[in-house]
């Protein structure tokens, strides 16, 4: 026992505090109880229980020892409670503005909750409206919620008499070991198997609801359609607002829109999941795949390339069939042969490397591929070029022997960081993700690829949380995740530890011994696919891009005709110096142009008229500032050359 667990006398129930104290009380006692004996502010603040582990409503009672927790609206637990009452406050809500409708499944999730509704009427923006004002007339009633345990028949029997068929027809799905819960609140009363908060007064106000869509009853398309009503529900007014004013921004950000607007790529139904770049996007393409290849040249990696199609037995040998065969793109060249088109250049990789038998002094062995890969997407899925079916990969492996796994590992996290904060990005998580259900490889092997990752991610210094079963089915990986500029969080880049496919595929080297042995293979990509890192860098920015990703950094601009010859010398100029320039040479007046081009955000206009051709000068504007600067020519020149030079 720690020093800081206070030893208690033997009899009654011991319950065990987050800080190691314990509290003795004479027999069974609720968490409510509980938190009263600590503290009257505590008592006040008290959501629900936290005991060993599983949260429960704050009037369970406790029989046992225990180690238990108050959960209050900052713990972790909270949110989760707090959006599943609001989905039954608003269920609540809408049986008694429209007690036709019949109540199905209503549960939290990650930024709200939702509740599906069978009624003949759709929903309008005037009923939301509605049902919102009525959720918050619940709360202020303070209605006191209660579990009850009914027997299986009977609650089967009341909801079919209240004529919540949908609820009846759940109740026989559930296992004959589990109890039938209800909860109670006002008139309202619901099957559910908790917890819930002590009465809809600490809900509090900080909720909205948000838009109607379709679903169906259990999922199933062959089933009754039904209207789901989403909404968001957060521990406070500050973190709604905050929340509502996120969704303002992405909207506003969002890379589908922009990329419209600004003319870099669009996708279609002919095509889906497939990218069409114009000419604008596939210049910032080129200008981030030249940037990571000079960074991958400068880190040691060796560039390759591996075909597109491979057969099904090279598939089956790795694990990728039996475990990802449902996401891949296959067919049938004859009746003994199937071919794929590769997901992940992984098996490819290997092959390069099994053509010559290596020697440890060779290693580690870095080899680097801009992957062209294709994964079988549910349309339903696509988003944008965020989520699509055709993507290029920042694809590496590093062959290497196991006491190399930390050396690599701390390189890579070092050369990593370095590459986001050139691209904006200062706030970066590590999430650590183990073995998942399904996977390669024996439990001995597991333990020591999660030993050794652990033990390198600890030597870069980097802190950690850990996301439990979320591992490759290989390997476990690190998952790097960028906060962008309105606080929302992308996986982007990971770091996997792979003892396994490496054996699978026969790989080996000879090692100090003169005996064969099987490699490490580490798998890592920065961006993870260009197409969904372009589209998180275009949100991050609002499409206002640094000057060096800008697809056209300058465009140079006549007053009047007369200019024209000149505009063609500076432009010619910034292009010898290494710009991406274009001339706007219509008949326009200035302040036309000039609005037009601050609103396709190019970084710099550069005025010309027939006074700047007569004196060799340029009228600088720098996108999102109000006035110019007149400069030399050849000053001019000289300056934006450095402040649109890519980073190191």
Known sequence: MSESVQTIDAGGVAVTLPDGKQRRFPGPVTGAEIAAAIGPGLAKAALAIVIDGEPRDLATRIDRDARIAIVTATSPEALEILRHDAAHVMAEAVKELYPE???????????GFYYDFARDTPFTPDDLARIEQRMHEIVDR?????????????????????????????????????????????????????????????LGHAFKLMKVAGAYWRGDARNAQ???VYGTAWASDKDLKQYLFQLE???????????KELDLFHVQEEAAGSVFWHPYGWTLYRTIEAYIRRRLDGAGYAEIRTPQLLDRSLWIASGHWEKFREHMF??????????????MSCPGHIQIFKQQLHSYRELPLRLAEFGSCHRNEPSGALHGIMRVRAFTQDDAHIFCMPEQITGETVAFCQLLLSVYRDFGF??????????????????????????????????????????????AFYGPKLEFVLRDAIGRDWQCGTLQVDFVMPERLEAAYIGEDGQRHTPVMLHRAIFGS??????????????????????????????????????????????AAGLRVETDLRNEKINYKIREHSLDKTPLLLVVGKREAEDGTVALRVLGGKDQEILALDAAVARLRDEARPPA
Not at 160 to 171: D, H, P, Q, R
Not at 442 to 468: F, Q
């Open 226 to 228: 039904l209207q789901r």
């Open 530 to 575: 260009f197409e969904r890192f372009i589209a998180i860098v275009i949100e991050h920015y609002a499409g206002k891009l640094p000057l060096w990703l800008a697809p056209v950094q300058a465009r140079v601009l006549t007053i009047t005709g007369e200019a024209d010859p000149y505009a063609g010398r500076v432009r010619d100029a910034l292009a």
């Open 426 to 471: 200062d706030d970066v998580r590590v999430k650590f993700s183990d073995r998942p259900p399904v996977r390669a490889g024996s439990d001995a092997t597991w333990d020591k690829a999660e030993g050794a990752l652990k033990s390198a991610v600890e030597a870069a210094g980097l802190p950690y949380t850990m996301n439990p079963g979320e591992g």
């Open 142 to 202: 303070n209605e006191t919620v209660t579990r009850e345990e009914w027997e299986r028949d009977r609650a089967a029997e009341f909801f079919n008499s209240i004529g919540e068929k949908y609820k009846a027809e759940w109740i026989h799905e559930i296992p004959a070991d589990e109890a039938i819960s209800l909860y109670r609140q006002g008139k309202f009363v619901d099957l559910c198997t908790g917890p819930h908060l002590p009465s809809t007064g600490k």
């Open 330 to 343: 296959t067919f049938a060249e004859s009746a003994e042969k199937t071919l794929a088109l590769k997901p």
């Open 249 to 259: 921004e992405a909207e506003k950000r969002d890379h589908r829109r922009l990329g």
């Open 101 to 111: 409708t019949q109540v199905t499944f209503g549960p939290a999730t990650d930024t």
